[in-house]
Every structure is written in C-alpha cells, then in structure tokens.
C-alpha cells in the first residue's frame, strides 16, 4: 500500500544540537545557550500537564526541537498502541518537532513494556513486517520519520542478512529515513566482529538524515552503550567517515548517564563542529 503521509520531509534544523535533560532546564532558560536545537524524549513529556510540558513549551519557543522516542516498538508482535500514537500526533501538533524518530527494535510484548530496545532478526520476514507497521505509523502521523539503529548484545541464527542491509531494505520499502547512530555502529562492531566501514560505505546515503554520537564504556571484552562518557577518538573518526561518504545532518549528541554540567555537553559540542568544519572547510 502507498503511504498516504502528507507533510513532505524538510527539516529545519541543522549543526549540532544536543538531547534536552531536566538537570539543564533551568540553566537553558536562564542562559539561552548558542545550541541550534535539542533532542526530546517523547515519552517524557507524554502527559497531561505540569511542570515538565511547561518547560518544554517555554523551550520550544526558543529553540527547534525534534521528537526522539524509545516506546513505539515498531518490531513488536502487538499490535502497534492506538493511545500512544494518539498521544504523539497531539504532541506533535502542538510542538512541531522538525521531525519524529525511534529505534529499529521491539520494547514491548502483550503489554508488557521491557523498557529495553531489543534486537531484531535480520530476516526478509522482519523486514515486510516492520515496513507495514512504519507505512501504518507515518500514515497516522501524516509524515516520515526515521528509525534509528541500535546497540545490541545478541545476535538470532535466524538472520539471514547483515545489519546494515537489515536496515536499508526497510528504510527504503517504508520510505522512512535512517538516524544513523555512529557510536551504536561502533560498538556493535567491536561486539559482534564486522566492519564499522564495511557497515557505513553500505547505507544508502540518500535515506540518512540525522546522525547520533555518543561515549560508552570500554568493559575489554566488550563495549557497552551506556551513553555516560565522552565521544570516543575511533567513533568521532568513525563520524568523519560518515560525513564524507553520506554527508552533512543534524547531529546529536547524547549523554543520559553522569550526566555533566552543560559547558562539558558545550565542549563535546565545539569537538563536533570542529571535525565537520575540517571535513567540509566551513567556518563555524
Ligand atoms: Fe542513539
């Protein structure tokens, strides 16, 4: 079926922004930092009232935003939640986020919500099923959003295909686009033995448009995502790359743990825009 999604992609942001954290409201208020957008988790801000969507509207008004969610388990077995997508497309209406995102993985099963971004296989079968439910989210929304791949610790003997083929088929059968996170490749990489740059010379440039970094933790054996440290030396080269070979997005950068005082996230911010100046000779 084609998609019936109305609004035409066209972001309106660009450069480095950040993911907006409760610990930083009120500097940000009060400040009005040079960031040119921020990050929103969707579901902290999916409720009634109060204080968190009083502050998120006073942001707003100052900043653009785009809507980043972890809940809507778009490779799930359950049918995909009425509620919840009703509750986003009112956010949406109300905010207007430059566009909406989620990860390429299943949360929840009967109800039961795991509160993790669990793996998919990569199988021709997941494909057609993910793509259906992208297809019925962006013609609910009226609009294409962008799924983004995740950090995992396990593979299924059932896949069949490569991470990143996995994700092109359903970027491109959806006609969604792709948050590509480069800290995510990375680590996946190193846990699981594949190339990094095997993975981003394989994406179709055409469908990313956005990027994410992010630090993790060094354990030896293995990496984990726990988005607590600063971008790493190997995943900002990594991001170099991808600037070359895919291009210049948005890109965010995300730190949800030990969160730092914002001139730390300021710093890490000027280190972003200092690789995409060398790679694109811009003055930033
Ligand atoms: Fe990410």
């Not at 660009?14 to 208020?29: E, P, Q, S």
């Not at 609910?140 to 059932?158: A, K, M, P, R, W």
């Not at 054996?221 to 190997?234: F, N, Q, V």
Request: hydrophobic fraction near 40%; glycine fraction near 6%.
């Amino acid at each position: 079926m084609k998609p019936m999604t109305a609004r035409t992609f066209s972001p309106n942001i660009k450069g480095t922004g950040l993911g907006l954290r409760a610990c930083h409201y009120a500097h940000i208020l009060k400040d009005l930092p040079d960031i040119p957008w921020f990050e929103v988790v969707t579901e902290n801000y999916m409720v009634s009232g109060g204080m968190v969507l009083e502050r998120l509207a006073q942001i707003r008004a100052h900043y653009p935003i785009v809507f980043h969610g972890v809940g809507l388990s778009i490779g799930g077995t359950t049918p995909l939640n009425a509620a919840y997508l009703s509750q986003l497309k009112g956010m949406v209406d109300r905010f207007e986020p430059a566009y909406v995102s989620d990860h390429l993985c299943w949360t929840s099963l009967d109800g039961q919500q795991s509160h993790e971004l669990l793996p998919l296989p990569y199988t021709g079968e997941a494909i057609g099923h993910v793509v259906k439910r992208i297809r019925q989210v962006q013609d609910f929304l009226g609009q294409q959003i962008l799924i983004e791949n995740i950090s995992n610790y396990l593979t299924y003997v059932d896949s069949t295909l490569p991470e990143w083929e996995f994700l092109n088929a359903i970027a491109e059968q959806a006609d969604c686009f792709i948050l590509l996170d480069i800290n995510n490749i990375y680590v996946n990489a190193y846990n699981h033995r594949f190339n990094a740059m095997q993975y981003l010379h394989a994406i179709n440039p055409e469908r990313v448009k956005q990027y994410h970094l992010a630090g993790f933790l060094d354990c030896g054996t293995h990496l984990i995502d726990t988005h607590g440290a600063k971008i790493s030396k190997p995943v900002l080269q990594l991001y170099e790359t991808a600037l070359q070979q895919i291009g210049n997005h948005p890109t965010c950068i995300e730190w949800d743990n030990n969160i730092p005082e914002f001139s730390i996230l300021l710093r890490e911010q000027q280190k972003i825009n200092s690789v995409v100046a060398s790679v694109f000779c811009e003055a930033i």
